[in-house]
């Protein structure tokens, strides 16, 4: 009954999870079983890219409440009608149903209606004749037919079945859509493409693709959980609060405009792996399922909408530097609340590995763990050169990973040949405040001045190496103990913070320039230099780039008391130092990487000022890389 339940009608979507459910479900029960919040509870699943649906069924037959969401209707209605649904409700949709038609009633009301659904064998008004006008020949020996997509019999069949749903004074909207559910995945087993899609059509058919098309479409009664079997896993999952359900639109509309405030146990992401619009390719269910009757241009072969939803996640187009799918992972990842996200990944897609792995992790903010499936019934996938097979990303939102754990996935990845040797990651850069941390007690820091790094002990446990040039973690213990991973999250710098520290360290650092100036001055009239005189050594460190504007105002120096104000070149870089301030409010909305840049600059063009140097390191920290 519960492997019915599961498998039966069923969109056959090239890398559904239907052979995946037994690993799945483990990974779902390893974490339920390791995680105490989540026992004893009714959990809370969100399916973002639920397709076939057969994942959403898994999490209903397990007692979890459910949230479904797909970009298009068809899938939407094909996984909402056996989550939503119990038997008896059902029973008592089709009641009504049954009265209206005055059709006999069996063992059930469901049942029979199906029954006469599929005794329908021709529409009752000819205006309903979309399908048998648009997709079919007139008849079986018009095999050249322009869009030859269904047999003659199949298309009238389908206009039938539709006319008949579509009576509002009948049918109701429950149980249209239940119907639909059944007609979709029915209509791409006799439809005339071998991968089962609506775009195009094979002009010319071999035996078998004959035994296909022209085999009569039956609809399959879908399989519904009864009202007893739910109650025996928690009877509230027939409450409101926890009703299964399920939504059309991008996912991460969908979730933004949720209940406020509503958190997931588990979030499921199995986005398109491949550039293809599914819209594209199952046009004919989107017209079926809104019954439209759009009309068909009849000079091109392959079949669209104007309609279509185009999703993102099928884009290797880039936009700022990334793919639109990884920019439209991350957008969805933002409106994501929920403890564990679970990531099916299948090979070849839209996204790398490395573009995977820095999109959730989040700058090391969240935990990322890879589970391989092994299992000889599982048909691997080959790629290019390599041959793998299906994995899970588990994700936990707000828990730290560090470098090395990320670099233990690529290897892990790396030795099942799962992406290439030279492929790489690196988390982001963040800063970390290392001075503020090596006041903790016990907490050291080295410096080793010939390798420019600070190395960072607890005790005498080495914990990790800072290079200062570059400001980024470069190694770090494996061995952390929570104690340890607590204070260094402590110590983590947001990036609003970092620039602030930037503007301070920076005014600072005018300060004392001007301060030095007004000192240089004085030792210049206590010598009775004139201006032309002056060397560049003379000059304070750092003061290179105001050299020409200070020796086109040919400073006074007999006019620069210690109480008196300042020159007029002392005035220009008083100047200087405001516009450097306002360039600094600027920077300020620019993006970490420009942030970075201009403060490496400013690193490497002072390298000889160590004052400057140590400045900026005693505020600034090292990123972790």
């Known amino acids: 009954m519960m492997k019915n339940f599961l498998l039966q009608n069923l969109l056959p979507y090239m890398g559904n999870k239907a052979d995946n459910l037994s690993f799945i ?42 949230f479904a969401n797909d970009l298009e209707l068809y899938a939407k209605i094909v996984t909402e009608v056996p989550i939503r649904y119990y038997e008896e409700q ?9 009265d209206k038609l005055k059709i006999k009633k069996g063992e059930s009301n469901y049942l029979s209606v199906i029954e006469y659904l599929n005794g329908l064998k021709k529409v009752k008004y000819s205006k309903n004749q979309y399908f048998t006008q648009s997709f079919a020949p007139n008849k079986r020996e018009d095999e050249g037919y322009n869009r030859f997509y269904y047999s003659p019999e199949n298309a009238a069949k389908i206009d039938a079945i539709i006319e008949a749903i579509f009576n509002v004074k009948i049918f109701s909207k429950e149980a249209r859509e239940i119907i639909l559910a059944s007609l979709v995945v029915e209509m791409l087993k006799v439809v005339n493409n071998k991968d089962n899609l609506t775009r195009s059509f094979s002009s010319k058919l071999s035996v078998t693709e004959k035994q296909k098309v022209y085999s009569e479409l039956e609809l399959t009664p879908i399989v519904f959980m009864s009202k007893k079997e739910i109650e025996a896993l928690n009877k509230d999952l027939l409450t409101y609060e926890y009703l299964c359900e399920a939504h059309q639109g991008y996912a991460e509309n969908v979730l933004r405009n949720y209940k406020e405030g509503e958190r997931f146990d588990f979030v499921y992401l199995d986005p398109p792996y491949n550039q293809q619009q599914y819209g594209n390719n199952y046009s004919l269910l989107i017209s079926a399922c809104k019954n439209d009757k759009e009309e068909v241009d009849e000079s091109k072969k392959f079949i669209s909408r104007n309609d279509i939803n185009e999703s993102y996640f099928c884009k290797k187009t880039r936009r700022s530097g990334k793919k639109l799918a990884q920019i439209s992972l991350e957008k969805t990842l933002e409106t994501i609340n929920s403890k564990y996200i679970i990531y099916s990944y299948t090979p070849n897609s839209v996204l790398t590995i490395s573009e995977i792995l820095e999109t959730f992790s989040e700058n090391g903010n969240n935990h990322i763990q890879i589970l391989f499936e092994e299992s000889d019934e599982v048909s691997s996938i080959k790629n290019q050169n390599n041959t793998i097979e299906h994995c899970l990303f588990v994700i936990q939102k707000n828990k730290r990973q560090y470098s090395n754990e990320i670099e233990a996935l690529l290897n892990e990845m790396k030795s099942k040949s799962i992406i290439p040797e030279n492929e790489d990651f690196k988390i982001r850069q963040s800063f970390l405040d290392v001075f503020s941390l090596t006041k903790e007690k016990d907490w050291r820091l080295f410096t080793n001045s010939i390798q420019n790094k600070y190395r960072i002990y607890h005790g ?34 947001e990036e ?5 520290i930037i503007r301070l360290e ?36 750092g003061f290179g ?19 008196e104000d300042l020159t007029s070149s002392s005035k220009l870089l008083i100047q200087a130092q405001k516009e450097r301030e306002a360039e600094l409010e600027k920077e300020k909305n620019k993006d970490m990487e420009d942030l970075l840049g201009s403060l490496e600059k400013a690193v490497k063009n002072n390298t000889d000022n160590k004052s400057l140097r140590e400045g900026l390191l005693a505020l600034l920290g090292s990123g972790v890389k």
Request: net charge negative; glycine share 4%; proline share 1%.
């Open 460 to 493: 005498n446990k080495f914990i990790f190496e800072v290079n200062f040039d570059l400001m980024v973690l470069i190694d770090i213990d494996t061995n952390l103990n929570a104690e340890e991973k607590e204070l260094i999250n402590k110590y983590l710098l």
């Open 545 to 563: 780039e105001y050299k020409e504007k200070f020796e086109q105002k040919q400073i006074k120096t007999e006019t620069c008391g210690e109480d």
């Open 506 to 541: 920076k005014e600072r650092e005018d300060n004392e320039f001007v301060e030095t100036i007004k000192k240089q001055h004085k030792q210049l009239k206590e010598l009775e230099v004139k201006p032309e005189e002056i060397k560049e050594e003379d000059l304070p460190k």
């Open 496 to 500: 609003s913070e970092v620039a602030e």
């Open 90 to 98: 059902v029973e008592r949709i089709f009641g009504f149903v049954a």
């Open 25 to 66: 479900d483990s990974v779902l029960n390893s974490i339920v079983k390791k995680d105490k919040e989540l026992q004893n509870k009714i959990i809370k699943f969100a399916d973002l890219f639920s397709g076939s649906g057969v994942v959403s069924r898994l999490a209903k037959s397990k007692g979890y409440s459910v």
